[in-house]
C-alpha cells in the first residue's frame, strides 16, 4: 500500500503532465491549439448528430473540421518557428553553449508542433470516420428504396 501511495505522489497524473507541458511550450499558441481542440471536438459530435442531414449541412461540417484542424497545425508550426528563432538569438549572445541547454531548448520549441499535429490528425481520422459511416447510411438507404 505504501508503495502504491508513494508512486502516486512521485509520479504526476496525465493532466498535471499536460499542464506543465502546454506551459512549457507557450501559452498564448498552445492555448489557441486546445481551443482549436475543443470547437473541433464540439463540431465532429455535431457532425455526427447531423448524419442524416442534407449533403450540403453536413459536407460544411466536415469543411469546418478540416479547417479548425488545419488551423491547429499552422499555430503549432509557425509557434515553433517563432520558438526556434528565440533559441537561435539566446545562444547567439551565449559564448559557450552546452548540449544539455541546447536540447532544451529544441524540445520546448517542438512540443507545439506535436499538439497541433495531434489535433490535426484527430480532425482528419474524424473527418474519415464520418464520411464512411454517411457512405455506409446512403448505400443502405439506396438499397432499401431499390
Do not use: Y
Request: glycine share 8%.
Amino acid at each position: 500500500m505504501f508503495l502504491l501511495i508513494s508512486s502516486a505522489v512521485q509520479h504526476p497524473g496525465f493532466f498535471e503532465t499536460l499542464g506543465n507541458r502546454i506551459q512549457e511550450g507557450g501559452t498564448f499558441a498552445m492555448s489557441l491549439i486546445v481551443i482549436c481542440f475543443l470547437i473541433m471536438l464540439f463540431l465532429i459530435v455535431r457532425a455526427f448528430l447531423k448524419l442524416k442531414a442534407a449533403h450540403a449541412i453536413f459536407n460544411k461540417l466536415l469543411k469546418l473540421i478540416n479547417q479548425i484542424a488545419l488551423i491547429a497545425l499552422v499555430v503549432g508550426l509557425f509557434n515553433q518557428w517563432l520558438g526556434l528563432i528565440q533559441v537561435f538569438d539566446a545562444f547567439e549572445s551565449l559564448n559557450d553553449i552546452e548540449p544539455e541547454v541546447f536540447a532544451g531548448g529544441l524540445k520546448v520549441t517542438l512540443l507545439s508542433p506535436i499538439f497541433g499535429g495531434f489535433v490535426f490528425i484527430i480532425g482528419r481520422i474524424m473527418t474519415f470516420v464520418l464520411t464512411w459511416i454517411r457512405r455506409e447510411k446512403d448505400e443502405h438507404l439506396d438499397i432499401d428504396s431499390q
